[in-house]
């Protein structure tokens, strides 16, 4: 029975990469995409509607502010990013998978940023010597704006990439295991 359970295992997290991948893609968008709506509601409330920083906190911040202030939060998001992009990195070939590599990439560093951040709300040191938490580019441009800008520079590879998978040449698809692709 022991063995059972075991070999048990590994056809669950192929099939992740396999029969589920688009299912699991498409759950792993849909945070992207509300992740990034909250940045975009933030930022319109920032520079349309003029709100000052401490009250333009996005949707679910202006509902419920201690979850936009939370470095937990911020952190956590940071921590699913980098985890959907590794569990589904496996379900990409050819050049769809370099794309999701170079998202990748990127989502390490913003994720020890965000570690960083965490790390300094926890413990009240900040780098620096500021008064706040601060990652190490917020030393070079402010938070919102950086934080913009990783999401874009994470995502923008994360879309080539979806259409890549999405519309492989024959060789890539003859190598997917899922079945995401469009019909030839």
Same mark, same amino acid.
């Given at each position: 029975?022991a ?11 192929s ?11 498409n ?8 992740h ?5 509601? %933030? #930022?319109i409330?920032? /520079?349309? !509607?003029?709100?000052? =920083?401490?009250?333009?906190l ?6 419920y ?9 911020h ?13 589904l990195?496996?379900g ?27 790390? %300094? #709300?926890?413990?009240? /040191?900040? !780098?620096?010597?500021? =008064? ?22 994470v ?30």
């Amino acid at each position: 029975m022991a063995t059972e359970a075991v070999s048990a295992a590994p056809v669950k997290v192929s099939a992740l990469n396999s029969r589920h991948h688009r299912l699991w893609l498409n759950i792993f968008m849909f945070i992207v995409v509300a992740h990034w709506a909250e940045h975009i509601a %933030q #930022a319109i409330q920032l /520079w349309v !509607l003029g709100w000052p =920083p401490k009250q333009a906190l996005g949707v679910i911040g202006s509902l419920y502010p201690p979850a936009f202030t939370s470095e937990w939060m911020h952190y956590g998001y940071a921590l699913v990013m980098l985890i959907g992009l590794i569990a589904l990195r496996k379900g990409f070939t050819g050049r769809a998978r370099t794309w999701w590599n170079i998202s990748l990439g990127i989502q390490v560093w913003h994720h020890f940023e965000h570690l960083l951040l965490l790390v %300094q #709300a926890q413990t009240g /040191w900040h !780098l620096a010597g500021r =008064p706040v938490p601060t990652s190490i580019l917020q030393l070079f441009a402010p938070r919102v704006e950086l934080h913009l800008f990783y999401n874009a520079i994470v995502f923008i590879p994360m879309v080539v990439a979806m259409v890549r998978h999405l519309r492989p040449s024959p060789s890539e698809r003859a190598e997917m295991a899922c079945t995401c692709a469009a019909r030839a």
